[in-house]
């Protein structure tokens, strides 16, 4: 989250009280609330509720109030479109309930059946680190495949008989798309901040080469793996529709696509062996959804012109709370733009990173570790094999400080490592891209072997 924090005592507090107001004469109650390791649009809270019935495991989504990555946050939209899809053979968690008044917990919320199972890591991202690191090539290749299948389960859903017209249904023409247009070009004038060249020349090339879409389809606007849940190998969930839309479903097979390359090569890190590539992806989405993807050059530079605006965004929300960030110029030169700048010919705004591998380069990263506990140690990855050592190291590549206590809490899991990078509380000195590939190892060797 890049807003404020909430009380999780107050919201605890508030919680037990409307479920028990929900259930009256039942003595519900509740576990310490816990937050999930991704997600930076909401607020979203984990928690076990035991009541006569037994213990449900929730997840308590909460519509942001100081800060908003897109210009509204409608719950109401992301509820209805959930409900709908019970039942479709699209598997999304159970909503219990919506809340619109802000009384209980600050803010409107809903509530929802909490599904367990894996979710690839988004930050740092799958390709780094997260159970796909321990999977075989084959094993990552199903996974990616069982998420297309779902892809294309989405797409052939009948949103018109599942009451999804109030997401708006297109007439025919170019206006599913003049639409998607009109809304991410209100959103980058909402976005503000310096001017924003290539994001610019990406939308008037999207407006230039409009075009009348074979068909229209639920799209889920966020497709990507790090949004599934799976288990055994299958998808047991598919969360975050907020994005979702009534369109041309190669919007999706775009976002897929960019998404992964974003953060793995666009990352300046190489992708996972097993994970199928762009052309490969789109060749078994066709088969899957038994439909050709015809623009696959417009999907990627829509994909990246949609990120660019929401990194846009972030970046300067960043700048405002004082946390670092990966370019000097990161609102304007950052991944998505950098990518653009190539599909469109464009001068680049920065530099596009080169993939580093780390079984081909030597990587040294200090770590400074203040208070109680505390102490000087740096990782030594050679070759791909990374050891620890007492002491300081010259010329590190990445520096990071923190507390001990707040490295402990990080390293098992009871503090955020984005909350506590945006938070101030863990900085990063250095190349944060070479540090999330590193991620893995330095979490086994956080703690001194004896």
């Keep these: 989250m890049l807003g404020r924090q909430r009380d999780l005592d107050a919201v605890q507090a508030g919680l037990a009280a409307w479920l028990?107001?929900?259930?009256?004469?039942?003595?519900?109650?509740?576990?310490?609330?816990?937050?999930?390791?991704?997600?930076?649009?909401?607020?979203?809270?984990?928690?076990?509720?035991?009541?006569?019935?037994?213990?449900?495991?929730?997840?308590?989504?909460?519509?942001?109030?100081?800060?908003?990555?897109?210009?509204?946050?409608?719950?109401?939209?992301?509820?209805?479109?959930?409900?709908?899809?019970?039942?479709?053979?699209?598997?999304?968690?159970?909503?219990?309930?919506?809340?619109?008044?802000?009384?209980?917990?600050?803010?409107?919320?809903?509530?929802?059946?909490?599904?367990?199972?894996?979710?690839?890591?988004?930050?740092?991202?799958?390709?780094?680190?997260?159970?796909?690191?321990?999977?075989?090539?084959?094993?990552r290749a199903a996974l990616w495949w069982r998420g297309v299948e779902t892809l294309a389960r989405i797409h052939a859903l009948d949103w018109r008989r599942l009451g999804l017209a109030f997401l708006g249904e297109p007439r025919d023409g170019t206006e599913a798309l003049d639409r998607q247009l009109a809304y991410w070009e209100r959103y980058l004038d909402w976005v503000g901040g310096p001017p924003q060249p290539v994001l610019r020349a990406a939308l008037a090339w999207l407006q230039s080469h409009r075009y009348v879409p074979r068909r229209l389809a639920l799209c889920w606007g966020d497709a990507r793996l790090p949004n599934m849940i799976f288990r055994d190998g299958a998808v047991v969930g598919v969360l975050d529709w907020e994005m979702a839309f009534v369109g041309d479903p190669e919007a999706d097979v775009g976002w897929w696509i960019f998404m992964d390359w974003a953060t793995s090569e666009g990352y300046g890190f190489p992708r996972l062996a097993g994970f199928p590539g762009a052309e490969e992806t789109i060749r078994g989405y066709e088969m899957r959804a038994g439909v050709q993807v015809e623009r696959p050059l417009y999907q990627e530079i829509f994909a990246a012109f949609r990120f660019g605006i929401i990194m846009a965004r972030i970046a300067l929300r960043l700048q405002e709370i004082g946390a670092p960030t990966p370019t000097e110029h990161f609102e304007t030169d950052n991944v998505a733009t950098q990518r653009l700048a190539v599909l469109l010919g464009l001068p680049p705004p920065g530099g596009q990173r080169d993939?580093?591998?780390?079984?081909?380069?030597?990587?040294?990263?200090?770590?400074?570790?203040?208070?109680?506990?505390?102490?000087?140690w740096y990782v030594l990855s050679r070759s791909g094999e990374a050891t620890r050592h007492d002491g300081t190291v010259a010329e590190p590549a990445v520096t990071v400080i923190a507390s001990a206590a707040d490295w402990d809490a990080i390293q098992e899991g009871r503090l955020d490592r984005t909350e506590a990078f945006l938070g101030g509380r863990l900085r990063v000195d250095g190349d944060l891209s070479l540090l999330m590939q590193l991620e893995q190892a330095i979490s086994r060797l956080a703690r001194p072997t004896c």
């Design 20 to 139: 028990r107001a929900r259930r009256p004469g039942d003595d519900v109650r509740l576990s310490a609330l816990t937050t999930p390791k991704a997600g930076i649009s909401n607020e979203t809270f984990l928690v076990e509720a035991t009541a006569s019935a037994g213990v449900e495991r929730l997840v308590v989504r909460v519509a942001p109030t100081d800060f908003l990555v897109f210009p509204e946050y409608d719950l109401a939209r992301q509820v209805g479109i959930m409900r709908a899809l019970a039942g479709s053979g699209v598997p999304v968690p159970r909503v219990v309930a919506l809340e619109e008044d802000a009384r209980h917990l600050g803010s409107a919320f809903y509530v929802m059946d909490r599904i367990e199972g894996d979710v690839p890591s988004e930050v740092p991202p799958y390709h780094a680190f997260g159970f796909c690191l321990d999977l075989a090539p084959e094993e």
């Design 355 to 376: 993939v580093i591998r780390l079984d081909e380069v030597t990587v040294r990263v200090q770590f400074h570790l203040t208070g109680p506990g505390g102490g000087s």
